[in-house]
C-alpha cells in the first residue's frame, strides 16, 4: 500500500455518513496489493489473488463508481465482497455474481461497525445477474467466513478463471 493510495481511501471513507462509513473497511492486509488512485480521487486495490478491496469513490469525484469497478478488473480483479443489500445490487450490475454469504460476526466486525449486515462473496463473470437480493438470501449461508470464501473461490476454478499471482502494470490511473 502507499501513502497516497491511504491518504485517498481514508479521505474518500470519512466523506460517507457514519452509518455507512464502517463498510469501508482498511486492513493490514492491504499492504499486499496493488493500489490505484484514478484521476478523481477515488481508490481500490487488487490482491494478487485478484480480491478487489479497499474500493472507495470519491463522493465529489467525477467517476461512476461502474467506471471505477470497470477499471479495477482490468487490473486484475477477479472477486470481492460486500455487506447487506445496498452494494449488492450494484455489483450484480457490473457483472459479478453473488456466490455464498455468511452472517455478520460482531468478533470480526469492522472497527466502526454500527449493525450487522451479512456479507456476501461475489465472483466476476461478466455478465449482469439477475438474481434479486431476496432470493439469494433464502440460500443457507455459510457456516463462517471461510467457508463462504472457499465457496466462491471454488466457483472461480470451476469456470476456469485463474488469476495470475503477477501486480498489474499500472500503479495509477
Known sequence: MNLRYLTHLILNKYRYPKPIRWKVVIRRELFHNACFVCQDGSCYSVAPDGDIEGLCRNKCGSLSGAEIVKQAIR?????????????????????FQPIAWCEFDWRYAPRGATHAEPL?????TGKECRIPYKTFMKQ??????????????SFIESIGY????????????
Open 120 to 124: 456476501i462473496f461475489f465472483a466476476y
Open 75 to 95: 487490473d486484475g480483479g477477479i472477486k470481492c465482497n460486500c455487506f447487506g443489500e445496498a452494494l449488492y445490487s450494484f455489483y450484480c450490475r457490473n457483472g
Open 162 to 173: 485463474r488469476k495470475e499471482k503477477k501486480p498489474p502494470k499500472q500503479p495509477y490511473l
Open 140 to 153: 443457507a449461508p455459510a457456516s463462517d467466513f471461510m467457508q463462504a470464501y472457499k465457496e466462491r473461490d
